[in-house]
Nanobody, 120 residues
Framework: QVQLVESGGGLVQAGGSLRLSCAAS????????MGWYRQAPGKQRELVAD???????NYADSAKGRFTISRDNAKNTVSLQMNSLKPEDTAVYYC??????????????WGPGTQVTVSS
């Protein structure tokens, strides 16, 4: 079994910064893509940013220029540095990882989510 645990959410004023982190533990052979998603009240979950196993990144338009995703393969972690936060960034943020539990078997795992609230 694999568990993901996020940390770093909280309340911040508009223009401020937060850094989210997510750590995977359990029976891990390797991890392919890692990503951050968010879901605001009444809205669908959406991609914020993701990163491949070799470090290729992809950002939602809303995150470009303000957020930076990074990963540490040795520690099985993914982070999201969020700068210049806006009230519309308020949401529950979820990390997602595609985890190989063996060479040929992999599953997608989600963290429980961490609340980010940006006040105006």
């Amino acid at each position: 079994q694999v568990q993901l645990v996020e940390s770093g959410g909280g309340l911040v004023q508009a223009g401020g910064s937060l850094r989210l982190s997510c750590a995977a533990s359990g029976s891990i052979f390797s991890i392919n893509a890692m990503g951050w998603y968010r879901q605001a009240p009444g809205k669908q979950r959406e991609l914020v940013a993701d990163i491949t196993s070799i470090g290729i990144t992809n950002y939602a338009d809303s995150a470009k220029g303000r957020f930076t995703i990074s990963r540490d393969n040795a520690k099985n972690t993914v982070s999201l540095q969020m700068n210049s936060l806006k009230p519309e960034d308020t949401a529950v943020y979820y990390c997602k990882m595609d985890v190989h539990i063996s060479r040929y078997v992999w599953y997608t795992y989600w963290g429980p989510g961490t609340q980010v609230t940006v006040s105006s």
